[in-house]
Structure formats: structure tokens, C-alpha cells
């Protein structure tokens, strides 16, 4: 791919500008597409290694989530491209699930925690400066990070354990999922808090897709990891799916239009909420779990997050 570290990209008067992650697979690549259909849309998307397939006129840029240096690069090369021309929608949509929780980023943290929260939290406050005004940031979550309907939800928000876990084993790693995705909700939380997001008119949603078939999430998961999933889903999930419609699995084509219009604000919060959750393909807008709505615990999630990515206070 041809390196333009000093040049900006040409854009057309007009077009509203996507940054996204997670954009080549799954949902995340089915929102790609759909905004690609968009005439009024310039899209930049982070992704890992090379050759990867996206629409035309979609520019990649490389982005290795479980490296806080590859962030800061990716940042900065987003910067450099656009020069003046600010943001419209950026869309943190990018996140893994493993095995177990034995897994550690470039940086010493534990893996999904580094990739699905740490590093979306040093993007966000990297290129919110870089936003425009009434613009969007969408930030993709998940109702495991909910007891009242994942039992795997964490019960308290245990930074240090989670960064640097000290039990390990089977089922581990969904439970850092959903640790992690709690860490995504609680930062769009407080991120619709501040007083620059005021400023700006920014509006702040973080997305839940739903029990989801068709990702990619847990492709580095082992053989014997993946046939458990596939047999709860074909099993325990659907038989609960008869009383419980979060568990009623949803497509993959429906979840990726549905995050491409919470970003372009064809579908647009009430008052009040920030929080939509896919249930049954439909758009809800409930309350997150009592933690993530934890003020002090959004707090303490901020500030432990700034000294782990290592940013100084004026950015």
C-alpha cells in the first residue's frame, strides 16, 4: 500500500467523513458497505495487515489494536491525511474474543482487554480534537456486560485484574469480553459527559448488535472453544431465545446497516439515552447494567485508562 505520510487525501466539498475500525469483517464490514453506497461519504478505515477487500474508494490505513504505538501511528497518519478537514462519524467498532485470557499485547496487557477497550479508549481521545462540530462518535458495546442477561457480566469493574489477570482457565475469555465490553459502554458514558463533546455538539452512542451470527469474533478461539460456542447456540441459546429475546440471534447484514445508521443519525437516540441495544433486529434504547451507569466507577475506568495508554493531560 502506497505510504502518504505528507499528503492529504483529495476530498470532494461536501463529503462527510467516516473513520472507522472493525470495518473488513463481520458487522463491521456489512456498515462499511452500506455507507460506501452513501454518494456524500469519504471513509477511512484501520485494519490489520494487507490486502484487505473493502469498497471502492475506501482508504486503508494499518492499525494493529494490540499495540498502543500502531494507535498513536494510525492517529497521527488520520491527521496528516485529512489536514484541516475535521470528522463526522468515527466508528469504534473493531473487538476480538479468545479462548482465555492468557493472551498479552504488545504493551504487557491482557490481549482483549488492550484491543477491544484500551486501545478504542487512546483513538477516542486522540481524534476527538479532530471532530467535527455535530458530529458522531459510535462506540460498539454489548449486553454481556449485563448480569441481568449474561451471567458471564462482571459483577465489578477489577481494573488491575483485567489488565494483568492472575486467574486463567476455561471460560476466561468470554468473561474478558464482557469485561471489556462493560470498559467500552462506561467510556462512551463518560465520554458524553465532557465538556468539549458539549462544545461541539457531539452526540455519543454506544452500540450494542445483539446476539450476532456471522462474526468473526472468536476466530482465535480454539477448535474445541468454538465447537462449545456452536453447540450452546444451537442448543441452550436457542431453546432461552423462546423466553429471553436477547438471545434470539440476529444477522450479521442487519446489525451492519443498523450501526451505519446510528452513525449517519438515520437512527437517532431519545432524549435522554445514549445506550441502543439490537433486539430482534429492532432498535431499543435500555438501561445499561447498574456498574456501567456507575459514575465514580466511570470515573476511576477514565483515569486508570489515561495512565495505562500512557497519554499526557493536554491532549
Not at 484541516?84 to 490481549?111: C, F, H, P, V
Not at 451470527?213 to 468454538?226: E, H, I, V
Request: hydrophobic letters at 40%.
Amino acid at each position: 500500500m502506497e505510504r502518504r505520510n505528507e499528503q492529504t487525501i483529495d476530498f470532494e466539498t461536501g463529503k462527510r467523513v467516516v473513520v472507522m475500525t472493525g470495518g473488513t469483517a463481520g458487522l463491521g464490514a456489512h456498515a462499511l458497505n452500506y455507507l460506501a453506497t452513501q454518494s456524500d461519504m469519504k471513509m477511512i478505515v484501520g485494519a490489520r495487515g494487507s490486502g484487505r477487500t473493502v469498497p471502492s474508494g475506501v482508504e486503508v490505513l494499518p492499525l494493529d489494536l494490540a499495540s498502543l504505538a500502531s494507535v498513536r501511528a494510525f492517529a497521527e497518519m488520520v491527521k496528516r491525511w485529512l489536514g484541516t478537514i475535521r470528522i463526522d462519524m468515527l466508528i469504534l467498532n473493531a473487538g476480538m474474543q479468545y479462548g482465555n485470557n492468557e493472551r498479552k499485547s504488545e504493551d504487557g496487557y491482557e490481549l482483549t482487554f488492550a484491543v477491544n477497550h484500551l486501545a478504542h479508549y487512546l483513538l477516542v481521545r486522540l481524534l476527538l480534537p479532530c471532530m467535527a462540530d455535530y458530529g458522531r462518535v459510535v462506540i460498539t458495546t454489548s449486553d454481556t456486560h449485563d448480569p441481568a442477561i449474561a451471567p458471564i457480566a462482571p459483577k465489578e469493574l477489577a481494573l488491575q485484574e483485567l489488565a494483568h489477570p492472575t486467574k486463567t482457565g476455561f471460560g476466561t475469555g468470554i468473561r474478558a469480553y464482557a469485561a471489556s465490553k462493560l470498559c467500552n459502554l462506561m467510556t462512551a458514558q463518560y465520554l458524553s459527559k465532557l465538556k468539549e463533546v458539549a462544545d461541539h455538539h457531539l452526540t455519543i452512542i454506544a452500540f450494542n448488535p445483539g446476539f450476532t451470527g456471522g462474526t468473526s469474533l472468536g476466530r482465535d478461539s480454539s477448535p474445541f472453544s468454538r465447537m462449545i460456542v456452536t453447540v450452546l447456540i444451537h442448543t441452550v441459546f436457542r431453546l432461552v431465545g423462546l423466553f429471553r429475546p436477547e438471545y434470539v440471534m440476529g444477522k450479521p447484514d442487519r446489525a451492519g446497516k443498523a450501526l451505519a445508521e446510528i452513525a449517519m443519525g438515520d437512527i437517532t437516540p431519545p432524549e435522554g439515552r445514549m445506550y441502543v441495544s439490537l433486539v430482534r433486529s429492532k432498535a431499543t434504547w435500555p438501561d445499561p447494567s447498574a456498574l456501567a451507569q456507575d459514575g465514580d466507577a466511570q470515573e476511576m475506568l477514565w483515569r486508570e485508562s489515561e495512565w495505562m495508554v500512557g497519554i499526557k493531560k493536554e491532549v
